[in-house]
């Protein structure tokens, strides 16, 4: 018999969807003996999963329940297959994504505080916001009071599960999209991310929803935000490290572009950290996934993995094969 262990934090009511034929073993935060497994469900707080791994025994087989996958190979080793949780965030990680674009284009963080301020005639401030980050000072009439995201162009750097719902989220208001993932292909058009560069100043929104790589860590640095045009709005859903932090902190207070955060390097932004005073900036502590639906949504994609394994089928979400 399988023996699964999953952290204890989890609502015994989601676990129902596991095949039967495993022992399902909890496993607390405070685990202080070693316990043997053959597969091993991770806190999805990496922290915590950390704490008790040298604990665990005999894993053959890791099903996250995240999407990232980044730290788990070096910490299980080769030996070990690692299915990642693909799937299980597209909903929540898209709508963040709409609403952050969204959020900036109808400038919400500004009107918050004029909200707060309970001042009516500061509204004007958004004309002065408008022209300063756009670069456009034509005497508009009436005032630029806002922006509208129908008929944007918008570069999706990343072109997985979660750029496409986000892709069919955005349908709707007929953006122009161009797309990038490691590779090109057809149909769609996705282009190869060697071509990032040529594609960065054709775009009013760049959007990162790729995964955290070798090859991706550090991708946006000074060179790319120069080749972004004024004001562009930048949203990264994905990893922190994928972008320079030093790169977008000064490219925020240059009034270059402008940018929604769920991620940051580092991750937990400490107290103090440039990023929280720059302007033009939303930043979210990475929270896009984290809904109601998170635990059981998950929970069913391990579930189907985990039957997959059993019989000996091809993984759907294999991230590491064992060798």
Not at 99 to 109: E, T, V
Not at 146 to 158: A, D, N, Q, R, S
Not at 165 to 178: A, G, K, S
């Amino acid at each position: 018999m399988l023996r699964v262990g999953y952290p204890a934090q989890l609502s015994a009511e989601f676990l129902n969807v596991f095949p039967d034929g495993i022992e399902l073993i909890p496993l607390a935060d405070s685990l202080d003996h070693d316990v043997e497994l053959d597969v091993w469900i991770p806190d999805p707080y990496q922290g915590r999963a950390l704490r008790i791994w040298p604990r665990l025994q005999g894993i053959r087989l890791v099903l996250s329940l995240m999407a990232g996958t980044e730290w788990i190979p070096g910490t299980v080793g080769p030996h070990v297959t690692i299915c990642s949780g693909r799937g299980a965030h597209n909903v929540s990680t898209a709508e963040w994504t709409l609403s952050a674009i969204l959020a900036m284009q109808k400038y919400f963080p500004l009107y918050f505080g004029i909200q707060q301020s309970g001042q009516w005639k500061r509204r004007s401030e958004a004309t002065t916001h408008y022209e300063t980050i756009s670069g456009d000072k034509r005497p508009l009439y009436p005032p630029v009071l806002l922006e509208e995201l129908t008929g944007k162009t918008v570069l999706m750097v990343g072109h997985g599960a979660i750029g496409q719902e986000i892709e069919r989220m955005l349908t709707p208001f007929n953006v122009d999209l161009l797309r990038v993932a490691r590779s090109a292909r057809t149909e769609p058009l996705v282009h190869s991310v060697s071509e990032l560069d040529s594609l960065l100043p054709k775009a009013d929104i760049v959007v990162l929803i790729l995964p955290l790589t070798p090859e991706s860590r550090g991708l946006i640095g000074s060179k790319q935000f120069g080749l972004m045009r004024q004001g562009t709005l930048f949203v990264n859903a994905a990893r922190g490290p994928i972008v320079q932090t030093n790169a977008l902190v000064e490219a925020l207070n240059a009034g270059k572009i402008r940018a929604a955060l769920d991620v940051t390097d580092p991750e937990p932004l400490p107290d103090g950290h440039p990023l929280w005073s720059c302007p033009n900036l939303l930043l979210t502590p990475h929270i896009a996934g984290s809904t109601p639906q998170f635990a059981p949504r998950a929970l069913k994609t391990a579930a189907d993995e985990l039957r997959r394994f059993i019989a000996g089928e091809p993984l759907h979400n294999a991230v590491q094969l064992a060798v």
